[in-house]
């Protein structure tokens, strides 16, 4: 009598991204994120108003320091807007970038136990952020109509730095996951990187007030960093202005090479997670 017997054989060479699996779990992964979402504000004084209050208080920070301290020159944008635009892909990045690391280390009993398509842990930490950027997009809407402010025609190009912004995030997330596996150093360089990139990134300042005093290959270096020309862009989506630095550009192709590699990577320290987590 015959008998269906399933085998596993260790992958050799580039590994096999199976990306279907994901749709196939996809009960999981909204159950996941929703999870984390409970957790979030469980047991939380004022519970869901910490979205809001942190996004402000940011932002009253990055007002008297950025504006009244440091005089930065935002034409005639007001400075508000000029900073909520700047710090609502960054609140998005940054989320899962400090959530993202530790991840898979906390999953580390359901990891040994049953099998599942790793990657839709650090997706799912993606998802709760999405609160964070909703709500940053609310503020942008506000501090429009307080101010009497009209969106550029750029807008129709939002949507796609929105991608790009989802897509960074991910981008950083499933590195992070995947090299603190291995790493555990990670788990200290990640609150580092947070605050690196929160001053590295213009978000409370113009990119040209960094560029227009750098050469040309330093001003290169600087927009090597992904959010430095996702955030010029959402910004130059709103309130318009002139076009991104020439540089920006090259935040979408770093981006999109990581993004790529990191998948490849991933899938292949996914094969010995449940060994080494």
Known sequence: MSENKIIIKSSKGIPKLELKELVQYKDLFLLLAYRDYRVRYAQTFLGFLWAFIQPFATLLIFTLVFSKAAK????????????????AGWTFFAFVLSNSGNSIIGAQQMIQKIYFPKLII????????????????LFIIC???????????????????????ILASLTFGIWLSA??????????????????????TPIG?????????????ASLI???????GLVEGFRWSIIGGAS?????????????????????????VEEVMADIV
């Open 72 to 87: 930065v020159d935002t034409g005639e944008i007001p400075y508000p807007l000029f900073a909520i635009c700047g710090m």
């Open 122 to 137: 650090p997706m799912a930490k993606a998802i709760v952020g999405f609160v964070d950027f909703g709500i940053a997009l």
């Open 143 to 165: 501090i429009c109509i307080y101010y009497q402010f009209i969106p550029s025609s750029n807008i129709i190009f939002l949507p796609i730095f929105i991608l790009m912004t």
């Open 179 to 200: 090299l603190t596996i291995r790493f555990r150093d990670f788990q200290h360089v990640v609150p580092f990187l947070v605050q690196f990139g929160l001053y590295a």
């Open 205 to 217: 300042y113009p990119a040209e007030l960094i560029t227009n005093s750098l050469p040309n290959w």
């Open 222 to 228: 600087y927009f090597l960093n992904p959010m430095a």
């Open 244 to 268: 991104p630095n020439e540089f920006a550009y090259v935040s979408f192709l770093v981006t999109i090479i990581l993004f790529v590699l990191g998948l490849f990577y991933f899938k292949k």
